[in-house]
């Protein structure tokens, strides 16, 4: 009898030793962007996969000497993480905020209402389009506007300094699908 028992505590170890269970790892969460969405407040959007609702309950914002709870959740297609700063967030725009999701820290800024929005909802195009905006390029007297690829307005930005780098542009639309440049 208490070979059986010992023999079955052992077999148990091993079973739960080898992690026969349905856990799944979770993947770092990385900040895709920040910005103020008219009727939302602010919103801040993460790259994450493996995360489940539960798992990022109890977000919080410190900002102005004092923190500030956020409302997350996750997508529907379990890929990204939104989260939602409602109350008065707005007076610290420009500043420093610190996030707390999940167990990590991410250091943003705070978005005001009057900076450029962009939907949370990434920008879907037709086959053949891509998603970007115009900018208005001055090349020192000769001007021009170019459509440039970019999914949301910081990677438009991003792209636009790489290709005009020692010229004066600015974004002058909204993202929209169009040609991509060849």
Known sequence: ??????????????????????AQAADW???????YVEGKGIVF?????????KDVKGASIYVGSDFYDLFCWVTEDKEHIVCNAQGGLTQF?????????????????????????EDAAPLVCDFG?????????????????????????????SQAESW??????EIVSGLYCGLEPS
């Open 164 to 169: 005009f780098a020692g010229s004066a542009f």
């Open 29 to 35: 969460i990385s900040f895709a962007e920040g910005a």
């Open 45 to 53: 959007i993460f790259d994450a996969t493996g995360y489940r609702n």
């Open 93 to 117: 725009a420009g500043q420093t905020a610190i996030i707390y999701l999940a167990g990590q820290i991410f250091y943003v800024t705070i978005p005001g209402a009057g900076s450029p929005t």
């Open 129 to 157: 389009l891509v998603p970007g905006a115009d900018v208005f390029v001055d090349f020192g007297g000769f001007t021009d506007t170019f459509f440039v690829p970019g999914s949301t307005l910081a990677q438009v930005q």
């Open 1 to 22: 009898m208490k070979k059986s028992l010992l023999l079955l505590m052992v077999l148990a170890f091993f079973v739960s030793a080898l992690g026969v269970s349905r």
